[in-house]
DNA sequence: TTGTAGGCGTTATCAC
DNA sequence: GTGATAACGCCTACAA
């Protein structure tokens, strides 16, 4: 393995000084264009890199964002993550990513970990049963920039950036509604991560919005897992009255859920409309396909991390707002009852 | 900011040097359990933290282990993602994760990269139209431990963490064969690529096997898609004969076909049987459920880090050879004609 | 426009 | 067992 090449030896070939050599590499403007060329020339055919180390060192910054997800698998996530690595790599950041799967403690450690590879900003999508960040206080601490995105933190003073899940949740609740529904249930995740809560919002308000009254157990809790989908199917036959409509916090727990029904013989949407969240694949291959809600998650992951640039390039003076990006309904009408008045 | 505490803040605050600090940090033997005591306990009041940029340009090394991916967004890849995290994070290194989006031009950017960044390993499954390595040539002449996963470099001497793709199509075709399908086709990616070159031979060895004739036209290439699946619908629609039999490489493709024939009027499986690879969820939601092979995404990736890792540790001597690791034919009959003889 | 010199925090090599 | 010291490679006042 032979020795890396450093700006000493090019500055030795050249019989000029290391300073030089570094300016150039930077393209400093006090250089003059001739000893520009030679250097750049030089370096590249002593197959010249620069060591991150060394620069990092000296500089007290590690261009990497650390990234806290709390699964890699599902398409909307990879989208995420694909917008990031977009905007980061175009601003000369690295990634480094790592999943919580689901878990609190998980979260935990990884925060742990990305501290201590000194990440110069952190983007965290929270895990399922976090209900502390007191984690992410060494980043608090040391003025690391932490930026929430997706399912984010309720406490005022940390910004996110999220989609609009009440208003979401209150157009396809209204979308159940005008198709004739009238006895409707709920199926989400945890009501302390602000998504499944407003959803929640969203929906109980388009209910009084329309007068329409609602069964006492109209609200199902689960971890919005396939099988849980599954077991909740189960739960619903055993109700004294079936929904006619249900609205589910994410896809796969709402196609689970509705394969299960049809297995027992229910018929969707005539029995019971169902409408998704997420528009994964499945909500659009799924027999009949489902009705649910669109949203970028390429677009997040640039918004989340060009926000974290930025605060990282203009510190404090950098805006603390929530961005709320735009979402879309997508009506399927082969999930939907058709309207009967 | 406050200023970070170094190992030589500590040694001030003890009147000890910062040379038996870091020993002790390190757990070094020749310190002694009382001295070692004090050193982590006041190092934990301090809120100490190594440097690892300081680390790494003192020890050449990086802890830091790169994955260059086609995509994160499937099912298995994920999961593969995962697999990975696991095994490194036990054994002290951090992934840093980019995908080429399929193209070969994306990838050499990536390798690139991660060369700068001085990872000490490198995991790669190549791209859908990678027709040269010579973007892992600096990894190669440095002596950097290169390793690929699943979609393999075919020359001999780079090896790679793979499951027998032969024989998987090879059970999966001849199941089709058993079921009673006469005219098969085959729908795939690149044959430059191992996948898909290997699925293609058991393939074509399965039916020579069987003595079943084939249409000439009976090899579909696309790039996997959805919408190639769909554009390839209409292209067997255009077929004198229909085949009886189609065996897609993927199941995101072998949906999106599948579902377009019956768009079409064509019965699935009674005109036409299907069968996929890889178990992605859609194969299961969809319907007809889809026959598919299934293989352990996770599995994967924790055998290729931990390869990896031991190449790490042990440098040349550490084996060099192929891996191969397991699968699983998933029979789904309702995905499949019942056998006619 | 270019050069000099010191330091970023750690670890390895000597010495004691 | 512990201490002093010299790198690791780069950047940046300050000087020339």
């Not at 960040?133 to 601490?141: D, N, S, V, Y």
Request: charged share 20%.
């Amino acid at each position: 393995m032979s020795r890396e090449v450093t700006i000493y030896d090019i500055a030795k070939e050249l019989n000029i000084s290391a300073a030089t050599v570094s300016r150039s590499l930077k393209n400093h403007p006090a250089i003059s264009d001739k000893t520009k060329q030679k250097i750049l020339a030089t370096a590249k055919e002593m197959g010249y890199r620069s060591n991150t180390f060394a620069r990092n060192l000296r500089r007290q910054k590690t261009n990497t964002l650390g990234v806290i997800v709390p699964r890699l698998n599902s398409t909307f996530m990879s989208e995420v993550i694909a917008g990031m690595e977009k905007v980061a790599n175009e601003a000369g950041y690295n990634l480094i990513i790592s999943q919580s799967l689901e878990m609190m403690k998980k979260e935990a450690i990884n925060a742990a970990t990305m501290f201590n590879n000194r990440v110069d900003g952190l983007l965290v999508s929270l895990a399922y049963d976090t209900d502390s960040i007191a984690h992410f206080e060494p980043f608090i601490q040391k003025n690391i920039p932490l930026l929430f995105f997706d399912r984010i933190c309720d406490q005022q003073q940390y910004a996110g950036i999220v989609i609009n899940n009440y208003q979401a949740a209150y157009e396809i609740t209204a979308h159940l509604i005008e198709q004739g529904c009238q006895n409707l249930f709920h199926i989400t995740g945890n009501l302390s991560r602000n998504v499944y809560a407003d959803r929640f919002n969203g929906f109980r308000q388009a209910l009084a919005d329309h007068q329409i009254n609602h069964s006492p157990e109209y609200l199902l809790i689960n971890n919005l897992s396939a099988q849980e989908g599954k077991a909740t199917a189960h739960l619903l036959l055993q109700k004294k009255t079936l929904p006619d409509g249900v609205f589910v916090a994410n896809d796969t727990c709402a196609v689970a859920c509705m394969l299960e029904l049809m297995e027992k013989g229910i018929r969707i949407p005539e029995d019971i409309a169902f409408t998704g969240f997420n528009n994964d694949p499945i909500s659009w291959v799924v027999k009949p396909q489902l009705t649910t809600v669109h949203y970028k998650g390429f677009d997040m992951g640039e918004t989340a991390a060009q926000t974290l640039i930025n605060r990282l390039n203009h510190g404090q003076e950098a805006s603390n707002q929530t961005i709320v990006l735009p979402h879309e309904l997508i009506s399927r009408q082969s999930s939907l009852k058709h309207a009967t008045s």
